[in-house]
């Protein structure tokens, strides 16, 4: 047969959608463009729609702040459906009409990227283009599974003697922690009490073991959906999906979710096998729920974090990530939209950065700094860390890097940053990239080492744990960043358990804040990033958060003008005794039992009770006296229910501006 591509302009008189660009091909992303012109007329391509009119960051930030995060979510979700449903209609009555044709199918709309998945002919995709509502439309690549899992397994028969053979035991009251949990202190997070429970977990990555049966480990540490009932093909909640019991496969789009025991089933063991098998706890967060979604190329990853909020997942991980040197590329622009849209609704996420450490030094490679971290987890974390001077937006992810604990290194692959947010510094390292890109988004440019860049990974966590696989007692050695990702997921799982309120900010803080530190320099720097992920230490931290207007930041600017007043917030324990402080400068102090972050002459704001949510809260007017002041403040609790201890919170800096 004859292969065949026509100009658009030339279609458009045959359908009775207005031909509004001279040439519809344009906005075909440059990898589809090429493949539209030698497919065969009626092959179906699996593309995306990006619809032109967006919700950005500016229509979030900083209003979501202030809001609970359960109100963050509702607010966002519905704002977000409603801008989609709007500026969909056309695209969508169009493709419902080529479905009848016989020219599209599987269409399926995504509001929290604001784009529309369908599988059309070169002709269905350019006429489509002509809508004005459309900014883009991208082939949905598929990599190979090798290429996007940044991990491997070691078989059960090379695992240590202590863990076999594994027959199926009942676990203990008092739990005996694996090596991973030990080595970043998350027993001692379960002996306060804190062990993932009422936490919902996506795990985003190739599915779970389903057949015969879930792991032991994981049985009853698996998500079912309340409003769906089982087997009756029915949508019984409405939410778009039949039978979805325990997820979804956003790949294949059917609730299929079994991987035979493989990546996505070693990563749920991470975060919460719970030692049923063994007796020998190997999850980090051993009562936490794990939503499972499916996954194949980049638009899966999207609808499954679409989905994870739709359904109430508090965190989300993917040890899955897309490279600047696949062909086609990544596609940037999305993964930061989705970024901020999760980030403001209040999703908690974590990603895999890459094994690609070991070719950080190619200079040939596109793989070479400043890209060597592959996306999502080379999106800006939603906390500035203080060691990153070049400061842009806030993004929706923690990018984990992969510590052996077993000689207290970094591994040899473990990525490496900066990573370029700039378009021109991804020109000079991959000058065919041509896909679509947001100005907005050249807000950390590395411009050949001459600027900072922005400062990735975020977090450093265990790989060589032991991770679950096929059932019903299936174990072997996990290793890569697929393995350090959801560990430190499963320790954030442990944090959300003691503090419900917790925000993406005010985990990303605690993360960065009270980590192992490592490295070179104080802080947070482009390998270990902010050191290695402390459970225990972060659940104290969990139990004592402090903002200024709802941002847990370093520093927080404030008009007099405009505000008139900072609210400080002490979220803490229920009933307990709080106080905020203020002070000058930011140094440590130590006072008897509590160590101060804000110099040794404090002036107490406010002392009291916190409430039923655990909130203390204090305005303090910014008269115009304070003007040009730097106030550092923090709040200080005596938690009489799980520590016994004076918590001290992170402390933020209020710059008070006319």
């Known amino acids: 047969m004859t292969k065949l591509f026509v ?27 090429d493949l539209v012109r030698v497919a065969e007329p009626g092959a179906k391509l699996p593309v995306y729609f990006v619809m032109a009119d967006r919700l950005g960051y500016d229509h979030w930030f900083p209003r979501v702040f202030r ?11 519905a704002e977000l459906k409603a801008h989609a449903e709007t500026t969909q209609a056309d695209l969508l009555a169009y493709l419902a009409a080529e479905t009848a044709a016989g020219d599209v199918a599987n269409v399926r709309s995504n509001w929290l990227g604001n784009f529309v998945l369908a599988e059309a002919t070169p002709l269905a995709i350019l006429n489509a283009a002509t809508d004005p509502s459309v900014a883009e439309v991208w082939f949905d690549y598929v990599p190979p599974l090798a290429a996007v899992e940044d991990g491997a397994t070691v078989a059960a028969a090379d695992l240590p003697a202590q863990y076999g053979p594994l027959s199926s035991v009942a676990a203990t009251s008092v739990r005996v922690p694996g090596p991973g949990p030990t080595a970043v202190h998350a ?56 039978d979805d019991i325990y997820g979804w496969d956003f790949g294949s789009n059917n609730n299929s979710i079994d991987d ?9 063991g991470c975060i919460a096998a719970d030692g049923t098998c063994t007796g020998i706890t190997q999850g980090m967060a051993p009562l936490a729920s794990i939503m499972t979604g499916q996954l194949s190329g980049e638009s899966s990853q999207w609808a499954a974090i679409q989905y994870g909020i739709q359904m109430g997942a508090h965190l989300q991980t993917s040890s899955h990530s897309y490279k600047l040197y696949f062909n086609p590329p990544p596609n940037y622009k999305m993964h930061r939209d989705v970024g901020v849209n999760s980030l403001a609704a209040g999703l908690i996420r974590t990603n895999s950065t890459s094994n690609d450490g070991n070719i ?11 890209f060597n971290i592959s996306a999502p987890g080379n999106l800006p974390a939603p906390y500035l860390d203080p ?40 020109l000079a390292n991959l000058p065919g990239y041509s896909n679509p890109w947001d100005p907005a988004y050249n807000d950390y440019p590395w411009t050949g080492g001459t600027q900072q860049g922005l400062l990735k990974p975020d977090i450093s966590a265990p790989t060589g744990t032991q991770a679950t696989t096929s059932s019903p007692c299936g174990y072997s050695t996990f290793s890569g960043t697929s393995n350090a990702t959801p560990c430190a997921n499963g320790v954030m799982a442990l944090w959300k358990s003691a503090n419900m309120s917790l925000t993406p900010e005010d985990v990303a803080m605690i993360t960065h804040t009270t980590a192992d530190d490592r490295g070179t320099v104080p802080g947070k720097e482009n390998n270990w990033g902010a050191g290695v992920i402390n459970a225990e230490r972060g659940v104290r931290r969990a139990l004592c958060v402090h903002r200024a207007d709802g941002q847990p930041a370093w ?5 007099v003008a405009t505000a008139g007043a900072v609210q400080y917030t002490v979220d803490g324990v229920p009933g307990s005794l709080a106080a905020v402080i203020l002070g000058f400068s930011r140094t440590n102090v130590n006072l008897g039992p509590v160590t101060i972050g804000v110099g040794n002459n404090p002036i107490s704001l406010a002392v009291g009770l916190t409430d039923a ?33 004076i918590l001290a919170s992170n402390v933020v800096g209020t710059v008070l501006l006319p």
Not at 394 to 404: H, T, Y
Request: with cysteine; net charge negative.
């Open 7 to 33: 100009p658009a302009i030339a279609l458009a008189v045959t359908i009775a959608m207005p031909a509004q660009d001279a040439d519809s091909s344009n906005k075909l992303q440059p990898y589809l463009r």
């Open 67 to 77: 809001l609970g995060v359960e109100q963050r979510r509702a607010t966002v979700m």
């Open 187 to 242: 027993d001692q997070a379960w002996a306060l009490g804190f062990e993932g429970q009422g936490v919902i977990v996506m795990n985003s990555d190739s599915g779970i073991d389903t057949n015969p049966g879930i792991h032991n480990d994981l049985v009853t540490n698996i998500w079912t959906n309340p409003g769906e009932i089982a087997g009756n093909n029915v949508d019984d909640d409405n939410n778009g999906f039949i």
């Open 260 to 268: 035979g025991g493989g990546h996505g089933s070693n990563t749920a």
């Open 360 to 370: 950080c030094g190619s200079t040939v490679n596109a793989a070479r700094k400043p």
């Open 387 to 426: 060691n990153q001077t070049l400061q842009g937006q806030l993004g929706g992810v923690i990018g984990v890097a992969a510590w052996d604990f077993n000689v207290d290194a970094l591994k040899s692959y473990s990525p490496c940053g900066p990573f370029a947010w700039n378009l021109a510094d991804v």
């Open 555 to 559: 520093e927080v600017p404030h008009s």
């Open 613 to 645: 949510a655990g909130d203390l809260n204090v305005n303090l007017a910014t008269a115009p006296a304070l003007v040009g002041l730097t106030l550092y403040s923090q709040g200080l609790l005596l938690d009489s229910t799980y520590t016994n201890d």
